[in-house]
């Protein structure tokens, strides 16, 4: 049995008051409604305070990105052991917008989880195809060559990894994939997870992200292969996101 997870990303917003006041009205907010994993990937310079306001709330913290390099002349970088040090739980490795933006290589994100992994963290690995992409009918085509490169490296510890579909079309646009869209495209993945790593696949928590709301968590939740979710700008309106999280059974 998968427990659901739903993990908000802050992006690049907040600030130290807001951070410290949204974690504790998310956390007051949980309670026996509310039966999934819950955690938040915050901005670097909050991480350590995240933790700290966090601690005896029902709420794990993450970071947004890892460095593929544990130390060095990476000005800039930010490594798995420091992010393990302040006690964070969660990564996210591979977000379109660090993809799009930043120019990051399949190659380097499963350095990037290797790296999380080694520390101690949990990475969450995103995929997702693109508007054209999507038109021109290569959704599983560019999931699969998004997910090859980390499932076919025997370095990367597939017991310890969650996955996170996020449509590129669908993030921050309002657009949202059908809920039988977003099964179908969770559906493949299991099963490439299960072609390479076998019953792996069965455990495995695969979420769902792009503009999920809390008028539309339930419908998505509701499907087989989707464990929760990972959720943008819905996570920093506190009501929203325990709404969300409440669909997540």
């Known amino acids: 049995m998968r427990k659901p997870l739903v993990i908000g990303n802050w992006k690049m917003n907040g600030s130290v008051v807001l951070a410290s006041e949204l974690i504790q009205s998310i956390g007051a907010g949980i309670d026996d409604k509310i039966s999934c994993e819950v955690g938040l990937c915050v901005p670097f310079v909050y991480l350590k305070s995240a933790v700290s306001d966090s601690k005896q709330l029902s709420i794990s913290i993450g970071a947004q990105t890892v460095s593929e390099f544990s130390q060095g002349a990476y000005t800039g970088e930010i490594s798995a052991d420091m992010l393990s040090e ?8 591979g977000h379109s917008e660090r993809r799009q933006y930043f120019n990051e290589t399949g190659v380097q994100l499963v350095l990037k989880v290797k790296a999380a992994q080694q520390e101690g963290l949990a990475p969450v690995f995103c995929v997702g195809e693109t508007e ?118």
């Not at 302040?86 to 490795?93: A, F, N, P, Y």
């Not at 299960?194 to 769902?208: C, E, F, P, Q």
Request: with cysteine.
């Open 132 to 249: 054209k992409e999507r038109q021109d009918n290569q959704t599983f085509e560019v999931i699969k060559r998004q997910l090859m490169e980390l499932l076919s490296d025997e370095g990367v510890d597939l017991n310890n990894i969650v996955l996170a579909y996020e449509p590129v079309w669908a993030i921050g646009t309002g657009l949202t994939a059908s809920p039988e869209e977003a099964q179908a495209v969770h559906a493949y993945i299991r099963e490439l997870v299960a072609s390479i790593a076998g019953d792996v696949a069965t455990k495995m928590r695969i979420l769902y992200g792009g503009s999920v709301k809390a008028d539309n968590a339930q419908s998505l939740f509701n499907q087989q292969d989707i464990d929760g979710g990972l959720i943008g700008g819905a996570s920093l309106n506190a009501e929203a996101f325990l709404t969300i999280c409440r669909h997540a059974k």
């Open 86 to 93: 302040i006690g964070c739980k969660w990564v996210l490795v």
